[in-house]
Every structure is written in C-alpha cells, then in structure tokens.
C-alpha cells in the first residue's frame, strides 16, 4: 500500500518510522511519503495561509500550494487513489472505514492547520477523485497530523502479514465477525495472582466453550456500561439465548421491533 501525506510539519509524522507502521515499511508492506506542503509556495516567506473571506478569527490555508502539490502526488502514483482531508467536521473515521480503506492500494492524507482548507480544494478534487473528509472524534485539534497517525495506524494494522498474529485483531472491539458490534472485554496474563488479585478461575481452566462464553458475556458487560448506544444498535439477531440472559441481568429488554433498549430503572451505574 502507498501513503502519502502532505503537511507544513513533515516532521510531525516522524513515528511513522516506529513499531508496527515503522516495521511495515522496513519490509516493503507499506511506501510511506512525507511532503513538505512548503515546496509548493512561490514567495520569500513561503506562504500557505491567508485571512477568511467573510471576516472572522483565524486563518485559512490557500488554495493554490494544495493544488499544486496534490498535482504533483498526483503524477506519481497508481491510479485511482482515496483522498483523505482530517477534519473534525467530516464523517466518523470507524473501524469500518479502516477495513475499506485497508482494501485500497493508495491514500494521500491531507492535514491542514489553521482553521483548515479553502474549500474549493476539496470540492474541485472531489469531481474526479474518491475523497473522504474524516474526523477522529469529537474534539478539535490544533492540526490534522495526530489524525492521520491515528488513521494510518488503525489501517495499517489491518494489512495482511502487518500484525505477528494475523488472528489478533478478530476480536478486538469494534471488529467485523463474532463480536461485532461489542467492545472487547477485560485481559489477562501471567502470573495467574498479583498483588492479591487472581485471573479469574474459567481462564485457567482449559474449557474452550466456557471461556468463549465468559468473554463473550464480558463484552456484553463492558458494552453495556462504556457504550450502551453500540447495545441499541446491534442487530438483535446477533443475540443468542445466553446473551439474552446477560442482557436481561443487565437490565436490557427487546422492544417491539426486536431491538434492545433498557428499561431506566434497571440501569448499572
Ligand atoms: C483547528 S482545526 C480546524 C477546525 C475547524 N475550524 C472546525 O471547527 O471544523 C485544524 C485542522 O486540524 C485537523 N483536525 C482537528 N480536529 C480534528 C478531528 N477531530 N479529526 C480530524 N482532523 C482534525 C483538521 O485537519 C483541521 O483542518
């Protein structure tokens, strides 16, 4: 898979070089390519950004050295790309979009500064190029660089021979497949007591079946507690016999349509 990312701070991109993205590059999985947004400016003080049209605090990056340095990325590549703008007022970057985008061969991330990129840039790209404007959650931060290590790492993790274990992101939160929908439930390792506190007992005891079930109802459990919006939203088939009981102890009830919902008095604090 081929990265690019185009930045006034190329070096804010540095742990791109460490652990799992770092190693994918070492072994030729991932081409990473850091440019330098300034080489596209013209002027003494190389200049990117510039005051709004309409007044208002802050300022706006121009045009111009975007278009000019997404050209040339442009040129260079394979065809057909996905253009990535960090944005905290885009679409939700989910653990789903990271499998897509992991099926892509090539993605140029743009993260911008100030208060973002004149929109023409995204709305001119966008009539002949797949671009996803993508935010990382809820929160404004000062520029789109921690974003687009976020979503590298997210993707990157996905690629085929990326992780050691190719098994090791199957049941983690948020993954497609038996526990889709549900956040992955509490770990453990060695030793098997620690300051007082023991794994507990169905871990050690070699029963795949129970062991299954008892994280299977721990997920439920921490569902239930940390995002109970992810328990309304999963498709009420997903939940066999023994989710229904734990569902039930934790106060959840089908509706009318089949969906969860909780009746208030019943909710765990
Ligand atoms: C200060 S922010 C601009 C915020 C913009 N004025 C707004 O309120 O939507 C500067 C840049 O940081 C990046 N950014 C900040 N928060 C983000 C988030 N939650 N998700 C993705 N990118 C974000 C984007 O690249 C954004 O253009």
Redesign the pocket.
Known sequence: MRLDVITIFPEYLEPLNVSLVGKARARGQLDVRVHDLRAWTHDRHHTVDDTPYGGGPGMVMKPEPWGEALDAVLAEGPPEPVVVV?????RAFTQELAEELSGRSWLIFT??????IDRRVIDDYATRLDVRE????D??????EA?VLVMVEAIARLLPGVLGNADSHRDDSFAPGPMAGLLEGPVFTKPPEWRGRPVPEVLISGHHGKIARWRRDEALRRTSLNRPDLIESCDPAAFDKADRATLAELGWQPGPDGRFGRRSADVEE
């Open positions: 960090p944005t905290p007022s885009g993260p911008a500064r100030y208060e973002g993508l935010s990382i959650g929160y404004v931060l000062a520029g789109g974003p």
